[in-house]
């Protein structure tokens, strides 16, 4: 459970790694650290794809040495390429997949393709399509804007035991677990964390603090977060807008 604990640059170990040179590499430490952080989760095959930001310079050369695929999810020429990634097998699964969807099928046979693809649990797609936990709870508590489940229930563990699950801290941007509960959420984000944490701490501290500064665990962190440079946490937010600007495009 998380309560005060200090992100932990140093390395961890009891994680076999396929591609430890290249995390270390100039290439590989130029690319966005919360971005980086979900690659390597698929190069090291706990994740089966994700959907991230790329460069013209680097990235190329480092999916090429993880043997990984991408194809560009973002429009042509977009200063900021997103793209998505995995092993070519399984984006080459994930295409068919879509291609085989009816025409008249509604946008959550879409939602349920990509989240297999991006390895999210199946109840977690679900309550994404179609949020019924704790709605009326959810209503009351936040009458003016939605909120998940899943940050209902979190903030909700934080009032009440001021502590939660660690592994949250870890997920990625796009992933919205279906509950704090989740035990299916949790042992996926366990893995992730396990690897990321191995094979590039930095990447690992960014996006704990990523999580720290943009969800309920604000609450828990929020005297390590005012002691991160200002400078830095305004970056956290630069960058979180332009996610958001990217993914509504």
């Not at 699964?93 to 879409?110: C, G, N, V």
């Amino acid at each position: 459970m998380s309560s005060l604990a200090t992100p932990d640059d140093s390395p961890k170990e009891n994680v076999e790694l396929r591609f430890a040179e290249v995390y270390k590499s100039p290439e590989w430490q130029n690319l966005n650290e919360v971005d980086r952080s979900q690659l390597l989760m698929v190069a090291e095959g706990v994740k089966p794809g994700t959907i991230i930001g790329g460069d013209f310079t680097n990235f190329q050369g480092i999916l090429d040495k993880l043997g990984l695929e991408a194809s560009l999810n973002s429009e042509p020429g977009q200063l900021y390429p997103v793209y998505k990634v995995a092993k070519p097998e399984v984006l080459a699964q994930y295409f068919r997949e879509i291609l085989t969807i009816p025409e008249s099928s509604d946008i959550d046979a879409f939602h349920r393709v990509n989240g297999k693809f991006l390895g999210y649990p199946e109840c977690c797609t679900e309550e994404y399509n179609n949020p019924r936990k704790n709605a009326e709870a959810r209503k009351k508590y936040s009458p003016r804007k939605f909120i998940s489940n899943f940050e209902y229930e979190l903030k909700k563990m934080i009032d009440e035991t001021g502590t939660y699950p660690e592994e949250f801290d870890f997920t990625p941007p796009s992933f919205t677990p279906c509950g704090a509960h989740c035990e299916a959420a949790i042992a996926q984000l366990r893995k992730w964390k396990a690897v990321v944490e191995a094979g590039d701490p930095k990447a690992a501290r960014e996006l704990q603090l990523y999580r720290w500064a943009n969800g309920p665990q604000k609450k828990i962190h929020q005297q390590e977060i005012d002691k991160i440079d200002s400078e830095g946490l305004l970056e956290y937010k630069i960058a979180q807008m332009r996610n958001e600007i990217l993914g509504s495009i």
